[in-house]
DNA sequence: CTTAGCACTTGTCAACTAGAAGTGCTAATT
DNA sequence: AATTAGCACTTCTAGTTGACAAGTGCTAAG
């Protein structure tokens, strides 16, 4: 689309363009220009001609010569960045959100997974989120639990008090040569970022240990794999089948195909652009379908930053989205 | 149907159920006397005697006057307990489980999530994996670590080896008193099972901390929570986009059913018979959908134990599935 | 007891039809 | 110059029809 379009467009343009977005998100079939004549005041044919004009723009679509029109990718496009308007929260879904922010018994996280669940749940839309754990926080000490001849615990916690910990099997080596290597540790690495970590694991502590530990390749191993389960981002996907409830995936085979990339792609569907602002990815600018459109923003406080998202049709109520992730995403960051 | 039919049918009547529930389970379809008649050494007009003796002893059902048969409930009953007989697994699936067994970096828990990972990848039905952690585990230690003036990690450990941990807020309670706390559970119930610390917590910690916390009610409440925690099972589910691979589920509807109760209502569909045997539950006696099977079995170590399931559609590879769920329970309850 | 033969039933698929929905164009109207 | 009424035309949808395939049940003969 010619970015001049969008002052080209008259005001009448404009309104029917968001009367067929809205319409057609409420009933996902065509809309014919009678459906329009009666809100806007004038006949159909010349709603007829003004639409037969958008879609030369580009904004519209017919799904046959003779069909209703439906907004194209670039109409939705269009309507999201220069017709809709921020819709207010419904005072029932404000309450619902508020009850999780207000719980004092939740942790953040939790309250972060527990809103989008809810966003789920109202909206019928999956909703995604992305913890980004390792982000910002540091090697604040490693504990250590025996728990009999052969076993112990290893508990790992960060400064802004992230958890990670691993049950290790260490017969054969002695509980002193463990001991040390945790000291070794606590004294050398702490306060180090967590990404940094499986470096100055191997560069410093490694050579070190190597010296005095018969098994002090089984035991760096141990330690690596603690850290670097630290670097993993936390993925959880909530209301996935929600997809199956929309008209546009009657077809069996493609709700397989994008609950396979929900599953296994997620990391691509939902990390893109790196400000700091809702992103609306419609399309085939998502990474799962065409029929798809994909909004996310990033949220971070002192503690902690993530991504959520909200993955629907493209046929989306995008104000009511926005408006909730904008809100969630406030409701965090103030937490 | 009757339990005299099990010594009525004659030999070639078992064969033709049979081979009617193998055809059957291959291909989808109902199957029809010619197909039947080419293995068996007799003719179509035989076999088609022999089926409708079948159907009237409830074995066998049609879809239609004219169309082949198919298994009734029953049938594939009969089948399971009298005609199946247990199939080798494939050096290829049991190359690929071993691989998990016998790798020693991965805890038991691990190696059961992966190892029914494997089974839903290589028979495309959906795999489950409910452990229930606090059996038999008693309390090891808690720990504490501050992280500021406010927070702190509260940390819990059991005697086998498993861990909780929960960031509390404590601004408004003195450091001193929650070490006091802390160290009064551990005098006091430590070694106690954990499903009976919620008991011992409130009868004979919170008398005592009333007495010197003032916010004792707070300090109650976040012990409350992580030793609830305890308790609850762990849930995994895999392989759920399979059941849209299935042909018995072309119907948008019916695999949306299907999935929110997957989602809902795992332990109602998977815990059941409280015996040590791989039990099987064929359409209605699952509790998902009448073309559902579910073939489970409990594990039992003496850290931990859980049960495992398969659900599938009922037109399922049994002998296959018990196969692999006899394998694999063998080979933690031996690892 | 087994089998060949045949009438009969049902499902499937493609072709066709009538009606509904909605368009684009033209000519008349404001 | 913009709007509208009118109408021919296109496509989709749902229902009907008919031919064919798959498979059964029954009967009578081997």
């Known amino acids: 689309m010619l970015k001049e379009v969008i002052y080209l467009l008259t005001d009448r343009q404009k ?64 309507y999201v960045n220069n017709l809709m308007k921020p819709k207010e929260i419904s005072g029932e879904d404000m309450l619902k959100l508020q009850l999780i922010f207000s719980n004092n018994q939740l942790e953040l996280s939790d309250c972060i997974k527990k809103s989008l669940e809810i966003v789920s749940d109202i909206t019928n839309y999956t909703s995604v989120v992305l913890g980004a754990k390792s982000h910002d926080n540091t090697l604040k000490e490693v504990n250590l639990v025996p728990l009999d001849e052969s076993s112990m615990i290893v508990i790992v916690i960060t400064d802004k008090g992230f958890v990670e910990h691993k049950k290790i099997d260490v017969h054969g080596i002695s509980l ?32 070190i240990i190597g010296r005095y530990v018969k098994e002090h390749e089984r035991l760096y191993n141990v330690f690596y794999n603690v850290f670097t389960n630290f670097t993993n981002k936390s993925v959880d996907v ?76 493209k046929r989306m109520e995008y104000d009511r989205v926005v408006n909730l992730l904008e809100y969630i995403k406030e409701n965090i960051e103030n937490k």
């Open 15 to 78: 309104e029917i363009l968001k009367l067929i977005v809205m319409e057609y998100v409420k009933g996902a079939k065509p809309v014919g220009s009678n459906l329009i004549c009666e809100t806007l005041k004038c006949s159909s044919a010349t709603v007829r001609s003004e639409m037969a004009t958008l879609e030369e723009f580009g904004l519209l679509e017919k799904t046959h010569t003779s069909s209703g029109r439906i907004p194209s990718e670039e109409g939705y496009r269009y």
């Open 238 to 313: 909530m209301g996935k089948s929600n997809i199956l409830k929309l008209p546009e995936f009657s077809n069996v085979d493609k709700v397989r195909d994008v609950l396979e990339k929900l599953d296994e792609n997620i990391d691509n569907i939902v990390e893109e652009d790196d400000d700091n602002n809702i992103n609306i990815y419609i399309g085939k600018e998502t990474n799962i379908d065409d029929d798809m459109t994909v909004i996310r923003t990033k949220y971070k406080t002192d503690k902690e930053e993530g991504t959520i998202a909200i993955v629907g049709p």
């Open 176 to 207: 002193d040569e463990i001991k040390k290597t945790v000291t070794l540790i606590n004294n050398m690495i702490v306060g180090t970022p967590i990404d940094e970590i499986s470096a100055k694991l191997e560069f410093e502590i490694k050579p």
